[in-house]
């Protein structure tokens, strides 16, 4: 009996691997050779202790190429390189029923490897449901197409900004989530302004497009966005900080009709002041955003295929599974975008 290997989180800072049986894919499944897998805060959090969750199969942004299919796949075929989208939604709850599975009451429970609750993306194989399986260009290399899951995020992040041509646009924050919200608002039409404090992620911010860029530690950009905007404040911002002060930062610095949303997850999760008032004058837009919706996703493999979106910049370093724990530390690092396992 053919077996493939698992890695699974066991406890805090110790991963293991399991061997699970490989089968042959039923009707609608697809077996999936994983080439790459990153790793995100998700895992980070498993492996570090800070969500408890044992054992855990971890890594939710994989890509590979199709192994074998099963009797009514139509999508893919034997040897295409594919994305898998492995947090996905139950398909029964109210909001998958009314279009917004990524709201599904019942996310985050994904169940691919049989040895492990999670997605099971740091493996050497997946079996898969066709439906979740994203074909990407034959060309594409598979370490930028396990881009596609974060990618997907702030594709449905940037589509909740609504974004014209021409609009002032500011990104809070260059890590990897800020640099791809850059690249995807400059293919929105926009004047893209980033706001960090690490000059080196401002460089990055640079590479990935932005238009002007500010230094929070060292100008005020609330004002600083007022100035550039002839005092009217931006049109859309995001916040990708988890930080409650720099959500309310966002908000004093979008103008008029401006559209804020916030991002990222906040911890710890303090209240901010905002004027109702102001809300009610402006008519600016509040709003978050979580999780990709199946079309987000798929945009996000064709901006990959289509070599609209250069994720290149953004892997630090590819090491192979049987060192996922090097990965893991790497990974945790505050200097390093996006790490990836490769069996
Ligand atoms: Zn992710
Ligand atoms: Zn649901």
Redesign the pocket.
């Known amino acids: 009996m053919e077996t493939y290997k698992v890695a699974v989180i066991e406890d805090v800072k110790k991963i293991g691997f399991k061997e699970v049986k490989k089968r042959e894919p039923e009707d609608r499944q697809v077996l999936v050779k994983v080439d790459s897998c990153?790793i995100?805060?998700?895992e980070q959090r498993v492996y570090s202790g800070v969500m408890n969750r044992y054992p855990f199969a971890g890594g939710?942004?994989a890509a590979g190429t199709v192994e074998a299919i099963g009797k009514k796949v139509k999508g893919v075929q034997v040897g295409d390189k594919v994305a898998v989208r492995l947090?996905n939604s139950c398909g029964e709850c109210y909001y998958c029923r009314n279009g917004h599975e990524n709201q599904c009451t019942t996310s985050f429970i994904a169940e691919t490897q049989e040895c492990a609750m999670g997605p099971g993306g740091f493996a050497e194989y997946m079996m898969m449901d066709a439906s979740d399986v994203y074909k990407m260009d034959p060309k594409i290399d598979l370490t930028h197409a396990a881009l596609s899951?974060?990618l997907a995020?702030c594709v449905h992040s940037i589509e909740n900004g609504q974004i014209g041509l021409g609009d002032d646009v500011v990104v809070i924050g260059v890590g990897i989530m800020g640099a791809l919200h850059i690249q995807l608002a400059k293919l929105k039409g926009a004047r893209v302004i980033a706001c960090e404090l690490d000059d080196t992620r401002l460089e990055i911010a640079k590479k990935m497009g932005a238009d002007i860029l500010i230094n929070s530690g060292k100008t005020d950009p609330v004002k600083e966005i007022q100035k550039i905007t002839e005092g009217r404040g931006a049109d859309a911002v995001f916040c990708t900080v988890p930080v409650a002060a720099l959500a309310k930062q966002a908000v004093d610095m979008s103008g008029k009709l401006g559209r804020i949303v916030f991002y990222t997850s906040f911890h710890p999760d303090n209240p901010i002041d905002i004027s109702p008032n102001k809300v009610h004058s402006t008519e600016q837009i509040i709003t978050g955003t979580v999780n990709p919706m199946k079309k987000d996703f798929l945009i996000a493999t064709r901006l990959l295929s289509g070599k609209l979106i250069d994720v290149s910049a953004l892997i630090s370093d590819c090491i192979p599974l049987e060192n996922i724990e090097e990965a893991m530390e790497k990974a945790i690092r505050p200097d390093t975008y996006r790490i990836i396992v490769r069996p």
């Open positions: 990153a995100c805060t998700l939710h942004e947090l899951e974060p995020c």
